[in-house]
């Protein structure tokens, strides 16, 4: 089966089922496993060059919010005629993170083949682990999707097991810094399974901006820095967009020395499988947990 992926979540999924042989297309932001998608033809590009740009002058571009407005994404629609697809997976989420599913669909009605275009739409951690068996049983492998749903589970009820019991500090987590943004649909239950009590936004909940004031008023006792599709360094470039905020040194968070940076588009923006080692990451983020493999300073690391 021939699979085209439109979504960075989509090909970790591939990736999870074993199937990254019959990934004949995906987009430019697809980077995992990184040996296995490099030599995968690339059907997307960037409208804008977002390392040029400020986060206030990414959100502006896409309509004044860093969710709402226009794509990121151009589709290269001959690319994807030429690959033949059996298979596209694409999402209807959020018409800034990915190409949308109004979009694709009307390309692939445009092409000669028959290509089904399967829309991906997780809001909730149960959400993210049933899109494997949603995606495996189009592709034709629902019982290796169903047994890699139920070990990611148990990895996730390890995490939980692990924090029982523990004092559940107060948690900020900041999907974009300007404007200011909490991290919303699954991040939430990731911060509750790690043993954390999420602020700002509720398990499922499709966030919008957030004004400092209420930052200052949740007082939390850690501080999530992970914005939408910025690996650390990138975020790192700006973390002076907090830093210089009033009453920044107040905050509990900063006061202890528990504000982190964290792999945004790894662990915690894209609704993928690797979303379980997120929550192992806060696991050791929030009590010093082990669980899973030893957290790397490429995943977290605390602001300097």
Known sequence: MRIVSLLPAATDIVAE?????????????CDWPPREVAGVPVVTGADLDQDA?????ISDAVGGSAHSGSSLYSLDTEALAALRPDVVLTQDLCDVCAV????????VRLLDADTR???????????????????????????????????LRARLDRVRALTAGRARPRVV????????????????EQISAAGGEALLAGPGEHTGPMTWDAVRAARPDVLLVLPCGFPPERTLRETDLLTRLPGWSELPAVRSGRVWVLDGPAYFNR????????????????????AGAAVTAGEARPLP
């Open 100 to 107: 949308s599913y109004e979009r694709v669909s009307r390309t």
């Open 17 to 29: 089922l074993g199937l990254m042989e019959g990934l004949v297309g995906r987009t430019h932001e």
């Open 53 to 57: 740009l400020s986060s206030r002058e």
């Open 117 to 151: 275009v399967l829309s991906l739409e997780p809001r909730t951690l149960d959400d993210v682990l049933d899109c494997l068996v949603t995606v495996g049983s189009v592709l034709g492998v629902r019982g290796r999707a169903a047994s890699r749903r139920d070990g």
């Open 173 to 188: 987590a900041i999907e974009w810094l300007d404007p200011l943004w909490p991290a919303g649909h699954w991040v939430p």
């Open 271 to 290: 609704p993928g499988p690797r979303v379980v080692r997120g929550a192992e990451v806060l696991a050791h983020v929030l009590h010093g947990v082990g």
